[in-house]
C-alpha cells in the first residue's frame, strides 16, 4: 500500500514569493548591479499576499513608510554631517541622535495620520542612519532605498495579479455541508482552503452552507470566512443571512403543534431546549437543566453572543423553530420510540444524534414541512440560479461526495467547478 506523504505541496503565495524574488535579482543585474536587491527581495515578498486588496495594503504601507523613513533618515545623516563640520564627535554624537531623531520619525506616522506605517518607516531609517553613516553621498543611497522598494512592490503587485485563464460558472450555486467534507478532523478549515473560498466568492462563486447547526455554531466554526449569501442553518428550520444578520426565512412549529408536543414531553418527564426566533434573535429557553448533559450545554454556549439561554417556568409556543430533547442513550431511544409511535407524529420530523457531550444524546423535533431539502428551493427561488450542486460527506445524499476536508478535497473541486482553465478566457489572466 503506498504511504501517503505528511508534508503538503508548496501553495500559491510560497511558489510566487520565490518567483517576485528571482524577478527582483533579474532587475538588479538589468540595473547593471546597482541598488541594494535585498530591499526589493523583502518588499516583495512582504507584499505578495492571499488576498489582492490585503497586497494593496501592504504595498501602500511599505511604499508610504518607506518615503517617510528615508526622507528623514536622509536629513538625519545631513544633520550629522553638518555637525561633523563643526568639530563635534562623530561617534559620540551619532549613537545619541540616532535615537533620538527615531521619536521624530515615529511620531510623524502619528501626525499623518497613518500610524500603521510607523514600523516600516522606522525600519527604513534605521537602515540608512546606522548602516550608511559613513557613505560619502548619503543621497544616493536614500534614493536608492525608495526605488529599490517601489522595484519590489511593483514586482509583487505583478507576480500577485497573473492567474491562469480561467472561466466563471456564476449561474450554479454551490451548497457545502458543515461536517468532515469541509472542516478538517480538528474541526477546523484549513489555511488553504479558507484563503481559497474567500478568493472565490470575492470572484463571484454563489456559494453557501447547508447545516444541522445554528448561526451561532457557524459563525464560531468559520471564522473570518466570508459568506454572501444567505445559510441553511438549523436543519433547515431557518434561512439566516450573515451580513444582514438576519432570519430571511423560518419553518416554525404551527402553535397548536408545539403545545402539544411540549405538553408530551413534559407530562413524561423529558428536559428540553426551545429554540425560538424573536426579532431576529435566537432565543433557547428551558425550564430547568435537569441533568449533567444539560449543564454542559449550557456552561459551554451560554457565553456566546449569538445565543439567548432564557430561563422560564412556562413554555412558549410562538415562533418555535424546533425543541431539543437531552437526555442518557437510553431515556432519548425510548422517547423517541414512544413520540414515533403516537398518531400524530407524522406531523413532526424527528431527528436523533449522539450529543458531543459523552453519554448523552438528543432528539430534535420540527415541523414535518421543514427540511433542508425544502428551504434550498426556497434559496433557489431567491437566488434563480441555474444550478445546484451540493457537497457533503454522505454518499447517496449529495451530488458531490467529499471524504476527507483535511487534503482540502471541498474546495479544489469547487475551483475545478467554479473556474475552470479556459484558455479562450486570455483576457482574465491579469487580475486587478
Not at 422517547?335 to 432528539?363: C, Q
Request: glycine residues 6%; hydrophobic residues 40%; contains cysteine.
Amino acid at each position: 500500500m503506498k504511504r501517503k506523504s505528511r508534508f503538503p505541496l508548496p501553495g500559491q503565495r510560497i511558489l510566487r514569493s520565490a518567483i517576485a524574488v528571482a524577478a527582483c535579482l533579474v532587475i538588479y543585474m538589468l540595473r547593471g548591479a546597482k541598488g541594494y536587491p535585498l530591499y526589493s527581495a523583502l518588499a516583495a515578498m512582504q507584499c505578495i499576499q492571499p488576498y489582492t486588496k490585503d497586497m494593496k495594503g501592504v504595498a501602500r504601507k511599505r511604499v508610504f513608510g518607506t518615503v517617510i523613513g528615508a526622507s528623514l533618515g536622509l536629513l538625519e545623516l545631513l544633520l550629522e554631517i553638518s555637525l561633523i563640520s563643526h568639530g563635534i564627535p562623530e561617534r559620540s554624537q551619532h549613537f545619541i541622535i540616532v535615537p533620538l531623531f527615531l521619536i521624530v520619525v515615529l511620531y510623524s506616522t502619528v501626525l499623518l495620520k497613518v500610524p500603521e506605517m510607523a514600523y516600516f518607516s522606522g525600519v527604513v531609517y534605521l537602515s540608512i542612519t546606522i548602516n550608511h553613516f559613513a557613505d560619502a553621498n548619503p543621497y544616493l543611497f536614500a534614493a536608492n532605498r525608495l526605488l529599490d522598494t517601489v522595484i519590489g512592490v511593483a514586482v509583487a503587485s505583478v507576480i500577485n495579479r497573473i492567474h491562469l485563464p480561467r472561466g466563471r460558472n456564476t449561474d450554479t450555486l454551490y451548497v457545502s455541508a458543515l461536517g468532515h467534507s469541509l472542516l478538517g478532523s480538528d474541526s477546523r478549515l484549513t489555511p488553504y482552503s479558507k484563503v481559497e473560498l474567500n478568493r472565490l466568492v470575492e470572484d463571484g462563486m454563489k456559494f453557501t452552507l447547508s447545516t444541522v447547526e445554528t448561526q451561532a455554531t457557524v459563525r464560531e466554526l468559520l471564522p473570518g470566512v466570508k459568506l454572501k449569501y444567505p445559510v441553511i442553518v438549523m436543519d433547515g428550520a431557518a434561512l439566516y443571512d450573515m451580513n444582514t444578520l438576519e432570519y430571511k426565512k423560518t419553518f416554525p412549529l404551527p402553535e397548536t403543534k408545539a403545545k402539544r408536543v411540549m405538553t408530551w414531553l413534559n407530562e413524561r418527564g423529558y428536559p428540553f431546549f426551545c429554540y425560538t426566533i424573536s426579532q431576529n434573535l435566537l432565543v433557547i429557553r428551558y425550564k430547568e437543566l435537569s441533568n449533567d448533559g444539560m449543564r454542559q450545554v449550557y456552561e459551554s454556549r451560554r457565553l456566546s453572543p449569538y445565543r439567548n439561554y432564557y430561563q422560564s417556568p412556562e413554555d412558549v409556543s410562538e415562533n418555535v423553530v424546533y425543541l431539543m430533547v437531552l437526555d442518557t442513550h437510553e431515556n432519548i431511544q425510548k422517547a423517541h420510540d414512544a413520540l414515533t409511535a403516537e398518531p400524530w407524529a407524522s406531523e413532526y420530523r424527528i431527528k436523533v444524534r449522539v450529543s458531543r457531550f459523552e453519554g448523552y444524546s438528543n432528539m430534535r423535533i420540527f415541523d414535518a414541512s421543514c427540511s433542508r431539502e425544502a428551504m434550498l428551493r426556497e434559496l433557489e427561488a431567491e437566488m434563480g440560479t441555474k444550478e445546484t450542486v451540493t457537497f457533503g460527506g454522505v454518499a447517496d445524499r449529495y451530488d458531490v461526495y467529499i471524504e476527507n476536508a483535511d487534503r482540502n478535497l471541498l474546495v479544489k473541486e469547487l475551483k475545478k467547478r467554479f473556474e475552470p482553465v479556459d484558455f479562450r478566457q486570455w483576457k482574465r489572466i491579469f487580475r486587478l
